[in-house]
């Protein structure tokens, strides 16, 4: 297998010479997009558009007709694996995600399996080849899943939550509990990426979006630990070329080494943390991606152009960054203002930082 023609942000996770740095951005097909919200009504639900992978195709192919992104991301989401560990995934109008079967008792957990993805996340399997044959080598695809520690969020709590109180009284009164809904998931999500990679993706990432809500002793616990696990357990090249893996914890800026020691090709950021710092401490050891404030898209074209060099210069010159936002994208952003920032990350970083 070749690699796809734009490589520069397979070129730019592995450390290898870039002509411009590369961009892409999280949750970059979705509502802010008319288009997306048309196909989301002829799919029905969002979890409908989501388990038809036609349909997934099309969501996420979206954005790269509109913006000269450098990487596509599956159309999915993290929810659907512990969905097809049997939780019964659904979204309340307004509300977000919700479980109708959250983990609340002790039998429930000590039933709890990792799904066969090939058997019961075979949509995302199918979305992913189909994906795959529409790019028709012109850009790389990245899969991803939802860490361990972020999932149990989720299956605990029921739910998004504020303040994670049932997880969180679990993580302290039952971790024995949480230890086997973590160990059962680390083994869901490894398989999981596995067959994503076996179907087709060119990359992977996981989203650990709530790892930095966990005090300083219970992340590396209770989420790093359990991410190693699955680094460790990914298949490393697929049809002869490198499969690079990217970890990012929202709010973890402050454990950057521990996280790039896990064996990751790179570490995601989010904008708490100076890339040019955080670049300082890691050396060379992984890239770096990130890590615009989503809400900076808010201002005008010109200030947004502004805040993406000021970005690009705090990484510097060299290869090692893929820039993206330190968050997913708001519903609310112009579209326009997401042209003004990848128009201004290719042409500022092909003349400035002399990548
Ligand atoms: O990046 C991409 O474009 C790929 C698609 C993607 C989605 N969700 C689509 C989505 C990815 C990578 C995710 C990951 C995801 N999902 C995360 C981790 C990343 C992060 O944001 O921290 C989390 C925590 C979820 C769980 C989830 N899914 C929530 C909390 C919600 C509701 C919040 C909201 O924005 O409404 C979703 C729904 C969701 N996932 C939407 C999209 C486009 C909106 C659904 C809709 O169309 O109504």
Redesign the pocket.
Known sequence: MTRPTNDTFLRALLREPVEYTPIW???????YLPE?NET?RRAGS?LD?CKTPQLACEATLQ?LARFDLDAA???????TVPDAMGLGLY?AEGE??RFERPLRSEWEIRDLTAPDPNVHLRYVMDAVAEIRRALNHSLPLIG?S?SPW?LAC?MVEGG?SADYRLVKTMLYDRPDLLHRILDVTTTAVTDYLNAQIESGVQAVMI?D??GGALSHAAYREFSLSYMERIVAGLKKSHGGERVPSIVFT?GGGQWLEAIAAIGCDAVGLDWTTDLGEARQRIGHRVALQGNLDPMALFASPQQVAAEACRVLDSFGAGSGHVFNLG??IS?FTPPEHVTALVDAVHSHSRRGSGN
């Open positions: 951005l999280m949750r970059q097909a979705g509502r997306y989301r969002f558009l954005p991301i599956l159309f999915s989401d993290i929810l979204f977000g995600p991803f939802g972020t989720y998004s989203f979006s709530w929202k968050h997913g519903q």
